[in-house]
């Protein structure tokens, strides 16, 4: 079993910032099952869609509506995956949940965090 922990939520205007961090744990051998780690959000009467995820290799991949706004980044080390989110916009508002998936396609997820962007 992993444990998915986020933090980093908020409040914010139109145009600022924020970083949101999940940190993974688990049994030694559950740890290195996990390959990707990511992002999804989903807003009230919509479907959780995927934000960004990474691989352990550092491979990432991003939702178009986030480009050049917002980073995933990851430390293999600390089992922690980070998003960045730079110039927010109303429409970013949601709950964010941090998603872990082992290489056998086993999916865990946080318990999400709320993120609100005030026009």
């Known amino acids: 079993q992993v444990q998915l922990v986020e933090s980093g939520g908020g409040l914010v205007q139109a145009g600022g910032s924020l970083r949101l961090s999940c940190a993974a744990s688990?049994?030694?051998?559950?740890?290195?099952?996990?390959?990707?780690m990511g992002w999804y959000r989903q807003a009230p009467g919509n479907r959780r869609e995927l934000v960004a995820d990474i691989t352990r290799s550092g491979s990432t991949n991003y939702a178009d509506s986030i480009k050049g706004r917002f980073t995933i980044s990851r430390d293999n080390a600390r089992n922690t995956v980070y998003l960045q989110m730079n110039s927010l916009k109303p429409e970013d508002t949601a709950v964010y949940y941090c998603?872990?998936?082992?290489?056998?396609?086993?999916?865990?997820w946080g318990q999400g965090t709320q993120v609100t962007v005030s026009s």
């Open positions: 688990a049994a030694p051998g559950n740890i290195f099952s996990i390959n990707t």
């Open positions: 998603n872990a998936k082992s290489f056998i396609a086993i999916n865990y």
